[in-house]
């Protein structure tokens, strides 16, 4: 079946149902076979190639906008990112929840998982970014290198998202001539996911050193401030997200890698100003805004809900929008929640659609698309002192980090809340006293030099949860690697076969489901490199469930 579509007809469509365009996208995903995935799909021509290094800025630009997914591959925007992210990522990680009660209220929300989103992460990015990635490399490996380092570190950037919802990816084997497709397991992936950042550093460094002009790139350039200077800072900034997510499965080799992108002469993201984020400036729009303001489908989760209003967190206010009106109850009683900050917790299994009277994100469709900031830098920087990889201070790198969040988003009072006490709050259910529940994050802002590791740890990655919001890929990997912030429950867990851990949680997505009939050879392999059962309760490689 088509999904051919026009743009006009399919938002319409969209405004009357969810489960039409899951649909529609469950027909045209289940091909299966990763032969038909590794095939670019954006329609680009050769003849659209070849002005003006179009055949270098087109591959570039679809790239970039395929990280975030909001590539416009004549099938519509927006809806992609919502069924690749944001009903999981953005919700596994305790920062959102749709307030509609989608497939009948059971869902993602209460592990009832959807085939037919879980498998479009993988499935969009084999088929629109990875295509991509290999044409650039081909095209920029010889003649325009600085190009192609580029290019490595848009590839780490967009993969390592890819492993860490699945585990094993088609990494080195993309695109060979043996249609071998072999997977790399998560192990193997993050080795290559290093030696591809050291190459694009090396490779930009002479750049840099022979005074190469940029402005070619620059142009093309939406994520950095188009200077080949600032892609090492991200490189190596990424190199320590990468270094710190293997502390406990490799700590010699992450510590390793901590240290070298730390000793880069090039530096790190360390100021507000400094971040990765894929800019609305040039045509570019925030799916997640769409998401939010125009389809109202983008709430406050209860777990943020307990962790901001039991600090009174002063960012809180440039996260959500307060609820806007009280709300009468089934009994026909006024319960007065206006101006407050209210969320929906998940795995409630509701049918009914009185949460949209709570708090919506504030993002916009003009609002840049956050993929790494200064803030998480410092608190990466906390953890590696805390582990012992640095001689820096745990306490002033996490305090800093906190500052620097609080700049980023131009909240006021951070040295008030750096000496709190106070801690998470009980969540209460506007509607229904079934889904309260006490609060889970018992931790304050004050850092506390005599606390044990363990404490010291759940208080920098609780900040750190904090600050990389909306971002809600690498918020839920470091949820699970940590266990950080201490997340509420499913109300009701409808896992097949229980696979789903209540109290654990769920730690990844499943391979498209298609896979298993279609092409059993590949899914095969990869279920082999994931060393488990494909099922969302399995951990991945680095998820070894303890911290210290």
Not at 393 to 410: A, D, I, K, L, M
Not at 479 to 486: N, S
Request: glycine fraction near 8%; aromatic fraction near 12%.
């Amino acid at each position: 079946m088509s999904v051919l579509i026009s743009t006009l007809l399919f938002n319409e469509m969209r405004k009357y149902s969810f489960v039409f365009i899951v649909f529609v996208w469950g027909l045209a995903a289940c091909t299966g076979h990763f032969k038909s995935l590794n095939t670019d799909k954006t329609g680009m021509t050769d003849e659209d190639m070849e002005v003006d290094l179009n055949h270098l800025g087109i591959p570039l630009s679809i790239i970039q906008q395929g990280i975030y997914f909001n590539y416009d591959f004549g099938k519509g925007k927006n809806w992609p990112y919502q069924i690749m992210q944001n009903l999981s990522a953005d919700m596994f990680s305790g920062y959102m929840h749709d307030y509609k009660p989608l497939n009948g209220g059971s869902h993602n929300s209460d592990y009832n998982m959807q085939d037919g989103w879980n498998g479009t992460f993988w499935e969009n990015t084999y088929a629109y970014v990875m295509p991509q990635i290999k044409r650039l490399e081909d095209l920029t490996r010889l003649e325009y290198p600085a190009f192609y380092a580029i290019t490595k570190i848009l590839k780490v950037e967009a993969m390592h998202r890819v492993s860490d919802y699945y585990g094993p990816i088609i990494y080195s084997q993309f695109g060979n001539q043996g249609d071998n497709y072999a997977p790399d397991n998560q192990e193997e992936s993050y080795r290559m996911f290093f030696e591809d950042l050291d190459e694009a550093v090396n490779i930009l460094d002479q750049a840099i050193k022979e005074g190469e002009d940029a402005s070619a790139f620059a142009k093309f350039d939406i994520i950095m401030d188009g200077t080949y200077e600032s892609w090492v800072k991200f490189a190596n900034s990424l190199r320590l997200r990468l270094a710190i997510r293997m502390a406990m499965v490799n700590p010699e080799g992450a510590r390793d890698e901590f240290k070298k992108g730390m000793a880069n002469s090039y530096g790190i993201f360390t100021i507000p100003s400094e971040k990765a984020v894929v800019s609305t400036k040039r045509g570019y729009t925030n799916p997640l805004g769409v998401i939010n303001q125009v389809w109202g489908e983008a709430y406050m989760n209860a777990s943020m809900e307990s962790i901001l209003n039991g600090y009174e967190d002063p960012r809180m206010a440039h996260f959500f929008e307060s609820c806007p009106n009280d709300v009468r109850g089934e009994d026909g009683s006024i319960i007065p929640i206006k101006g407050e900050y209210r969320g929906i917790r998940q795995g409630t299994v509701f049918a009914h659609t009185r949460y949209s009277a709570l708090s919506k994100i504030y993002v916009k469709e003009s609002s840049d698309a956050i993929l790494m900031t200064a803030a998480e830098v410092w608190f990466l920087r906390a953890e590696a002192a805390l582990r012992g990889w640095t001689s820096e201070v745990p306490g002033n790198c996490y305090q800093e980090g906190v500052r620097c969040s609080f700049s980023q988003w131009g909240a006021s009072g951070v040295e008030a809340y750096l000496q709190s006490d106070r801690v998470g709050a009980d969540y209460v259910d506007v509607f229904d006293p079934v889904n309260n529940i006490k609060a889970r994050c018992l931790v304050s802002p004050r850092w506390d030099e005599g606390a044990s590791m363990e404490v010291k740890l759940e208080k920098i990655i609780t900040q750190k949860w904090i600050a990389i919001f909306p971002e809600g890929c690498e918020a839920w990997a470091e949820q699970r690697r940590t266990g950080y912030p201490r997340l509420f429950p499913v109300r009701v867990n409808n896992s097949k076969d229980g696979c789903i851990d209540t109290e654990v949680m769920i730690r990844r997505l499943n391979f498209p489901a298609s896979m298993a009939d279609v092409d059993p050879e590949q899914y095969e392999k990869l279920e082999k490199a994931l060393q488990g059962a494909d099922t969302p309760g399995t951990r991945l490689w680095w998820d070894t469930g303890r911290n210290f």
